[in-house]
């Protein structure tokens, strides 16, 4: 296993770095593909996960615990909370809280069908509520979703916490053999190549950031050092385990963080942002099931490909590190749980994220000094710190560009440590503990991985050929989902007599048959 990923990883390594046009003219091929011909498959696996999510949560299964029925959870709920949202979005808000709605105010088809002119208070809403729409339930019922099968078949079946585990209602022992590695190498590719070009294109904003505050250079030199202190970084934090480094820099991401949100809010528009928070809950609620179906049905208009099928891809392919990520630091709480608080609080987390800094940035362009479109058609990477000095209050806004750029950094670091963790636990069969020479291999390897790509220019061919496997990844997702629902209803543990309350009372926790080597 771990062979055939190392090869795996090699290959397209270097197929990227030989042939750069070729590799990217065939990933973005396929990625372009997938767009025009699944579009519409991916708006309703979406959809489905998401109504499957909410029946599980809601089930007379919803009190089975993930474990025995004696474990407890490991972690405290705030701890879990800053581990799960550091790991899957934290990084990605960072660099679209402020750009997404600001390059939605310009024009969308929301608005068009709306009649809503472009740069008017109106379009800013539409904007807030298609950025909130790609970053909550929809997006968090497939990472939890995920994590929720897997915690599933590792603690309650006793089976490893790999993806092929929630595989063996149907397979059986066959998990171990083909098939299984073949799931396996899917979710490594997905894992490692995701989290490689997260971090390779991330390093633009750190570089932007450490211009804007030092005036260093913007170049990929700069950018290489970066991706190795980062990588570094993030292989000590993995190395130190969940208990120390991971969860400490969770806690200090949710921190630091939170101050960073107190500047916009008081600083900032307060009383427009007080509005704007239940207007945009109530704007999002409304619309949610409309837009969760919605097709667009002019096929030469591009957009939906851009942006939400674009999203949609991105959290299938990341569906199996987040997943299986959720499901280690999830053991102990119940499906009702997990399933709770990892999709409704996340969203809300994600949700005000995007309502303060974003409802901030668009205050200002309407209301403010303005001209943060021209800074987000011109440089992506810089619109936050424009935003922040936008703010005017000068004696602030270095010690606030600083400590963003420290949050991104920070935010970055926790999503390569998880990575590296997510990965080693795959290849040793869902070893809580991985080896630890094995993390200091695989956490290099992520950061030569991403500076590679990064010099040679193929990091935005992977990010496509890592979409392209949301694909493949969606279909063994729907399957899993069958395998969960299988496992509830035939087991006779959960089978409850009309004297008796259905939810479990005696686990009978089977460990799987030893891995043959």
Same mark, same amino acid.
């Given at each position: 296993?771990? *062979?055939?990923?190392?090869?795996?990883?090699?290959?397209?390594?270097?197929?990227?770095? !030989?042939?750069?046009?070729?590799?990217?003219?065939?990933?973005?091929?396929?990625?372009?593909?997938?767009?025009?011909?699944?579009?519409?498959?991916?708006?309703?696996?979406?959809?489905?996960?998401?109504?499957?999510?909410?029946?599980?949560?809601?089930?007379?299964?919803?009190?089975?615990?993930?474990?025995?029925? &004696?474990?407890?959870?490991?972690?405290?709920?705030? &701890?879990?909370?800053?581990?799960?949202?550091?790991?899957?979005?934290? &990084?990605? %808000?960072?660099?679209?809280? *402020?750009?997404?709605?600001?390059?939605?105010?310009?024009?969308?088809?929301?608005?068009?069908?709306?009649?809503?002119?472009?740069?008017?208070?109106?379009?800013?809403?539409? @904007?807030?509520?298609?950025?909130?729409?790609?970053?909550?339930?929809?997006?968090?019922?497939?990472?939890?979703?995920?994590?929720?099968?897997? @915690?599933?078949?590792?603690?309650?079946?006793?089976?490893? !916490?790999?993806?092929?585990?929630?595989?063996?209602?149907? #397979?059986?022992?066959?998990?171990?053999?083909?098939?299984?590695?073949?799931?396996? %190498? #899917?979710?490594?590719?997905?894992? %490692?190549?995701?989290?490689?070009?997260?971090?390779?294109?991330?390093?633009?904003?750190?570089?932007?950031?450490?211009?804007?505050?030092?005036?260093?250079?913007?170049?990929?030199?700069?950018?290489?050092?970066?991706?190795?202190?980062?990588?570094?970084?993030?292989?000590?934090?993995?190395?130190?385990?969940?208990?120390?480094?991971?969860?400490? #820099?969770?806690?200090?991401?949710?921190?630091?963080?939170?101050? !960073?949100?107190?500047?916009?809010?008081?600083?900032?528009?307060?009383?427009?942002?007080?509005?704007?928070?239940?207007?945009?809950?109530?704007?999002?609620?409304?619309?949610?099931?409309?837009?969760?179906?919605?097709?667009?049905?002019?096929?030469?208009?591009?957009?939906?490909?851009?942006?939400?099928?674009?999203?949609?891809?991105?959290?299938?392919?990341?569906?199996?590190?987040?997943?299986?990520?959720?499901?280690?630091?999830?053991?102990?709480? &119940?499906?009702?749980?997990?399933?709770?608080?990892?999709?409704?609080?996340?969203?809300?987390?994600?949700?005000?994220?995007?309502?303060?800094?974003?409802?901030?940035?668009?205050?200002?362009?309407?209301?403010?000094?303005?001209? %943060?479109?021209?800074?987000?058609?011109?440089?992506?990477?810089?619109?936050?710190?424009?935003?922040?000095?936008?703010?005017?209050?000068?004696? !602030?806004?270095?010690?606030?560009? @600083?400590?963003?750029?420290?949050?991104?950094?920070?935010?970055?670091?926790?999503?390569?440590?998880?990575?590296?963790?997510?990965?080693?636990?795959?290849?040793?069969?869902?070893?809580?503990?991985?080896?630890?020479?094995?993390?200091?291999?695989?956490?290099?390897?992520?950061?030569?991985?991403?500076? *590679?790509?990064?010099?040679?220019?193929?990091?935005?061919?992977?990010?496509?050929?890592?979409?392209? @496997?949301?694909?493949?990844?969606?279909?063994?997702?729907?399957?899993?989902?069958?395998?969960?629902?299988?496992?509830?209803?035939?087991?006779?543990?959960?089978?409850?007599?009309?004297?008796?309350?259905?939810?479990?009372?005696?686990?009978?926790?089977?460990?799987?048959?030893?891995?043959?080597?």
């Amino acid at each position: 296993m771990t *062979i055939a990923s190392l090869a795996m990883v090699s290959a397209f390594v270097l197929f990227s770095v !030989l042939q750069i046009d070729l590799a990217n003219t065939v990933y973005n091929g396929v990625k372009q593909w997938i767009t025009a011909n699944f579009g519409w498959y991916y708006i309703a696996a979406v959809a489905v996960i998401f109504v499957f999510s909410v029946w599980v949560t809601f089930s007379k299964f919803g009190d089975v615990r993930l474990g025995k029925d &004696t474990d407890r959870p490991e972690f405290n709920n705030f &701890t879990w909370f800053a581990m799960l949202f550091s790991a899957a979005v934290g &990084t990605g %808000l960072m660099f679209w809280s *402020i750009a997404e709605p600001l390059t939605y105010l310009q024009g969308n088809p929301f608005a068009e069908m709306a009649q809503v002119a472009p740069g008017t208070q109106e379009a800013a809403q539409i @904007a807030m509520r298609i950025t909130i729409f790609h970053w909550g339930f929809n997006a968090w019922s497939v990472y939890v979703l995920v994590g929720l099968i897997l @915690a599933y078949f590792a603690y309650r079946k006793g089976l490893p !916490l790999t993806i092929r585990s929630a595989l063996y209602p149907i #397979l059986g022992k066959r998990i171990y053999g083909p098939i299984g590695h073949a799931v396996d %190498l #899917l979710a490594i590719f997905s894992t %490692l190549f995701g989290t490689a070009t997260t971090l390779g294109l991330g390093v633009s904003q750190m570089n932007a950031g450490l211009n804007y505050l030092f005036g260093i250079e913007i170049n990929s030199v700069n950018q290489l050092i970066l991706i190795v202190v980062v990588g570094s970084v993030a292989t000590f934090s993995a190395v130190s385990g969940l208990q120390k480094g991971i969860k400490l #820099l969770s806690q200090w991401n949710v921190r630091i963080s939170s101050i !960073l949100f107190l500047f916009f809010v008081i600083a900032g528009p307060t009383a427009y942002l007080f509005g704007a928070f239940f207007t945009n809950l109530g704007d999002y609620l409304a619309n949610f099931v409309s837009m969760s179906l919605w097709v667009d049905p002019q096929p030469e208009r591009q957009w939906q490909g851009w942006w939400t099928i674009f999203y949609w891809a991105w959290w299938l392919s990341w569906g199996p590190y987040v997943g299986i990520f959720i499901a280690r630091i999830s053991k102990g709480r &119940t499906i009702r749980e997990l399933m709770l608080g990892g999709i409704v609080s996340s969203t809300l987390g994600a949700f005000t994220w995007i309502t303060i800094m974003g409802g901030t940035a668009s205050f200002i362009e309407l209301h403010g000094v303005g001209g %943060l479109t021209d800074v987000v058609n011109e440089n992506l990477t810089m619109v936050l710190y424009s935003t922040i000095e936008a703010i005017n209050v000068h004696w !602030l806004t270095w010690p606030m560009a @600083a400590l963003a750029t420290l949050m991104i950094i920070s935010w970055f670091v926790t999503s390569a440590d998880s990575a590296t963790l997510v990965i080693c636990t795959i290849l040793s069969m869902g070893d809580d503990h991985p080896p630890i020479r094995m993390r200091v291999v695989w956490g290099a390897g992520l950061g030569v991985v991403a500076g *590679i790509l990064l010099m040679a220019g193929g990091l935005q061919g992977l990010q496509a050929a890592s979409i392209a @496997a949301a694909l493949p990844f969606s279909l063994v997702l729907i399957v899993m989902g069958y395998c969960l629902m299988k496992d509830l209803y035939t087991s006779t543990e959960y089978q409850a007599s009309p004297s008796q309350d259905p939810a479990p009372k005696v686990n009978k926790f089977k460990p799987a048959p030893a891995l043959s080597k």
